[in-house]
């Protein structure tokens, strides 16, 4: 069962320029089960970079047609469908589209649901950095979810205080759930 392709309006946009994409994408092991969506690399590779475009034009910004975005596309692409049990980490210099392109991910795998029955959804979580350290710091309820979701995506790393204090105890929210998804 493979995910409609949706011809979309941003088609029909005109093309903005954005000075880089991204200066690095790689992988990282993380011990969360298998991950993937059941469609093709190629209908992956053809639909990620429209919600990118998408995202860009309506924030005003323009998109070059750049060498890393097609770069970006593969990797974002194979990682989705391969089934590996892989993280993926999206580095670069502010304002080079790592937060968009989360963003076309979290919009993919909406539409994506959308095709599947509610027991075959993938579950995504899309959070700051700076969000999860307040929630260790004032919300001890919610911090469990950070390590079952199957897809949890931590914007703005780098950004978030490193150490926070509860209850007298020093902890480093973001290098924990790192971690403990890790092994």
């Known amino acids: 069962e493979n995910m409609p392709i949706k011809k979309k309006a941003e088609d029909k946009k005109r093309p903005r320029r954005l000075s880089e994409l991204m200066t690095g994408l790689s992988q990282e092991k993380i011990s969360m089960g298998i991950f993937k969506i059941e469609c093709t690399y190629e209908q992956v590779r053809y639909i990620l970079p429209k919600y990118f475009a998408h995202l860009v034009w309506n924030s005003g910004k323009e998109l070059s047609k750049t060498e890393q975005l097609p770069q970006a596309a593969d990797i974002v692409s194979r990682w989705l469908v391969g089934g590996s049990a892989a993280g993926l980490k999206i580095l670069g210099p502010p304002g080079t589209g790592k ?85």
Not at 104 to 132: C, F, G
Not at 134 to 140: A, L, P
């Open 99 to 183: 937060s968009t392109m989360l963003e076309a991910i979290r919009l993919l795998i909406h539409d994506y649901n959308e095709t599947r029955p509610p027991h075959k959804w993938v579950i995504m979580m899309k959070r700051e950095a700076s969000e999860i350290t307040d929630m260790f710091r004032f919300s001890d309820e919610k911090c469990p979810e950070l390590y079952k979701v199957p897809l949890l995506c931590i914007d703005e790393i780098g950004w978030e205080p490193t150490q926070v204090k509860y209850f007298g105890n020093e902890l480093l929210p973001v290098a924990d759930i790192l971690h403990r998804r890790s092994n």
